[in-house]
């Protein structure tokens, strides 16, 4: 354990409290001060952040190759030193103060907004015992780094996009963990459905617009998602249909972990 974090956290704390009065979010976590304290840990990572989007939208890396890189990339943070900068129980406060289900806050981290690359940054939490409902984006890649809780994923990739339908293929079921990401392009999981099972799920998420490698059928809906009813059950060639819906019906039906549980 590094003995400074203590003081660290102290101070933080601090900072914390002060910005609460001030409007928390926005300014423990965008602010000079939080940015300032956290850039040694988190400066070779923000490089190469900005590396990766370069080389994404150079296209010398396709995005399932910027996917594992993006992993690999994450898996060099020193999570739980950056953590203890992070007030989860008052960020937790305040996001879930804004309504029920999920929420999220933009985190404006200096390197990347100075580096020429649109690179999207923020915070995420899912309430316990909530879901994001099934999913699909249309050139865009996304890698969500897992800050607190169990995030629980079920990913698909696309394999036939048509009007009002898609055929996805099964890719995974998985739990992910303090400092593990899961990540989704157009070449691999662009179809996903998370929950947050058994406790509340902080994730930090770095997003980019792909180049435009394919041309979809289905525009986007709400936050750039389209949402997707995956049918019950698998066709005799293991693959799944589903149909494209809207974000009310969305909610209602897949709105919560329970339905996760329950799908087969
Ligand atoms: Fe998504």
Redesign the pocket.
């Known amino acids: 354990m590094d003995p400074a974090a203590p003081t660290r956290r102290h101070v933080t704390q601090g900072l914390l409290q002060t910005a609460a009065t001030l409007g928390f979010l926005r300014l423990a976590l965008g602010s000079n001060a939080f940015a300032a304290a956290v850039k040694p840990l988190t400066e070779a990572w923000a490089g190469g952040v900005a590396d990766l989007a370069r080389d994404f939208r150079q296209r010398s890396l396709s995005p399932l190759q910027w996917q594992q890189a993006i992993a690999g990339l994450n898996a060099t943070v020193p999570i739980h030193e950056l953590l203890s900068y992070i007030d989860f129980a008052r960020l937790k406060t305040a996001l879930e103060s804004r309504g029920p289900g999920e929420h999220f806050e933009r985190v404006r981290l200096p390197p990347l907004e100075t580096s020429g690359q649109r690179i999207w940054t923020a915070i995420f939490i899912l309430p316990q015992g909530d879901a994001?409902p099934p999913?699909a984006?249309n050139n865009l890649a996304?890698a969500h780094l897992v800050l607190q809780g169990r995030f629980r994923a079920r990913t698909f990739d696309r394999v036939e996009d048509a009007p009002g339908r898609m055929v996805l293929k099964p890719n995974m079921d998985a739990v992910f963990h303090v400092g593990e990401t899961v990540s989704?392009s157009d070449d691999c999981d662009n179809a996903?459905w998370f929950i947050a099972e058994n406790s509340p799920v902080f994730t930090f998420d770095v997003s980019l617009r792909s180049p435009d490698l394919r041309q979809y059928q289905n525009p986007t809906d709400r936050d750039g998602?389209i949402f997707i009813a995956p049918a019950d059950g698998r066709r005799n060639d293991g693959l799944v249909e589903a149909a494209v819906i809207d974000y009310g019906t969305s909610l209602s039906r897949f709105g919560k972990a329970a339905n996760f549980l329950m799908y087969r």
């Open positions: 994001i999913h984006h996304t989704m996903h998602r």
